[in-house]
């Protein structure tokens, strides 16, 4: 199938070197078709976009024919990459923030796959702190930066902030298109997020996991290009793109989901699973009737993370999972591996100081039979690149 890119080109001087892009783009045998801005329209005209892209070109968000013709959450999802070049200042901003005030921005906000920008803007501008930070966020988000390069700029200046060369932003999409994906062809399950144990219709035991690490690690192996099922308890974090997400409350259900999701090469146990249940969870409402409090008899859950360890012929090849901890992280954490009888535990501390359950960072140390590896503190969408990254060099390994 031939790949496709939505090209959305935004209000800078850069915009001139478009109709070259889409030029090596097409060449390339990749369909361009292009979202014009209010501000790219003052550099380049729509005509030259269609002309040279043969795909008409998009400019507004309220146009009826468009919209008959393609929805602009269609037109977002339409393409295999959306790629935002030259990507000014502003627009890094509002997508930064999550802005959809025109059909660029809004396509951003809807699309469900992966996005690289190309920043072009003044040096001063690329340095400000508001720039700095904007990046980041978008990085954090596994948003592709493409340049920007040092030279002389339209304004006069000299300094970084020049839109990379249209053959460089050219050559970074043929490589993504070309670039094998690591995980393709391997299975992986993931858990997420807290397990609900109900006491009654109403009340239920849980925890403070957000489920923020464990749908990362999903989405990092989809993007690497295995086939991921995300089981997860109760969370708020939306489904990540391209995974299949079974939705359970309690522990039980969730190991009943794991197993039926098996055979799987990778398993990643994120889930802060609860531990006990309600030995007998009432089936109507209990009543306060007097003052004595009801006696709460609790039952051991089954450990989802040693059942799939131990699962024999299905077990998976990698079988990785947590330790949450708040003191002796990494005595505990070895330990663990050692019960559980897993290969991997990902130690992190998540006593309330740290903030890590429902936090954006995480500080975590990969335990394993080599030992034990500190990683520097990161976002939790960083940590779960990171182990996507390192399941692929260990299943590349043992297959050579
Ligand atoms: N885990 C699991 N099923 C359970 C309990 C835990 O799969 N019933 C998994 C978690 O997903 C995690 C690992 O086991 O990968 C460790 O979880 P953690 O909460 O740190 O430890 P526990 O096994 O609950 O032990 P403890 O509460 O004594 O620290």
């Not at 921005?105 to 508001?130: F, G, I, Q, Y």
């Not at 403070?208 to 989405?219: D, L, M, P, V």
């Not at 003191?327 to 954490?333: P, T």
């Not at 590896?373 to 960083?382: G, H, V, Y």
Request: aromatic share 4%; with cysteine.
């Amino acid at each position: 199938m031939e790949n496709s890119v939505l090209l959305i080109v935004s209000g800078g001087i850069a915009a001139v070197k478009c109709p070259q892009l889409i030029r090596n783009l097409v060449k390339k045998g990749i369909t361009t078709r292009c979202i014009l801005t209010r501000g790219g329209a003052q550099f380049v005209t729509p005509l030259s976009l269609a002309a040279l892209s043969g795909e008409k070109v998009y400019e507004d968000l309220f146009s009826l024919t468009d919209e008959s013709e393609m929805g602009h959450i269609e037109l977002s999802r339409s393409a295999d990459l959306v790629v935002v070049a030259p990507a000014t200042a502003h627009i890094l901003a509002r997508m930064a923030a999550g802005l959809a005030d025109d059909l660029a921005s809004t396509a951003l906000l809807a699309t469900d796959k992966p996005v690289m920008v190309a920043p072009a803007m003044n040096v001063r501008m690329w340095e400000h702190p508001a720039t700095r930070q904007n990046l980041q966020t978008l990085r954090d988000r596994g948003i592709t930066i493409i340049g920007p390069e040092q030279g002389e700029m339209a304004c006069g200046e000299f300094g970084l902030g020049r839109m990379s060369e249209p053959e460089d932003i050219a050559g970074t999409i043929e490589k993504f298109f070309k670039s094998g994906k690591r995980l393709d062809g391997k299975r992986a399950l993931v858990t997420s997020g807290p397990t609900f144990e109900a006491i009654d219709p109403v009340r239920y035991i849980a925890n403070r996991s957000s489920g923020k690490q464990g749908h990362a690690i999903a989405a990092a192996l989809a993007g690497l290009g295995a086939d991921t099922t995300l089981v997860s308890g109760p969370s708020n974090e939306p489904e990540p793109r391209g995974v299949s997400v079974i939705h359970v409350q309690s522990a039980r259900e969730m190991l009943a989901a794991c197993e039926g999701a098996l055979p799987a090469d990778i398993a990643v146990c994120a889930a802060a699973v609860s531990d006990w249940r309600s030995a007998d969870a009432a089936p109507s409402k209990l009543k306060k009737n007097g003052s004595a409090p009801p006696p709460l008899e609790l039952a051991l859950n089954p450990d989802i993370l040693a059942t799939l360890s131990a699962a024999g012929n299905k077990r998976p090849a990698l079988v990785v999972g947590f330790a949450a901890e708040t003191n002796d992280l990494i005595e505990h954490a070895t330990q663990k591996r050692l019960t559980k009888g897993c290969d991997w535990i990902l130690a992190n501390d998540v006593s309330a100081d740290k903030g890590t359950f429902g936090g954006q960072d995480n500080t975590v140390h990969l335990i394993s039979d080599q030992g034990v590896e500190d990683w520097p503190k990161m976002s939790k969408q960083a940590v779960a690149d990171k182990l996507a990254e390192r399941i692929a060099d260990t299943l590349e390994g043992a297959q050579s």
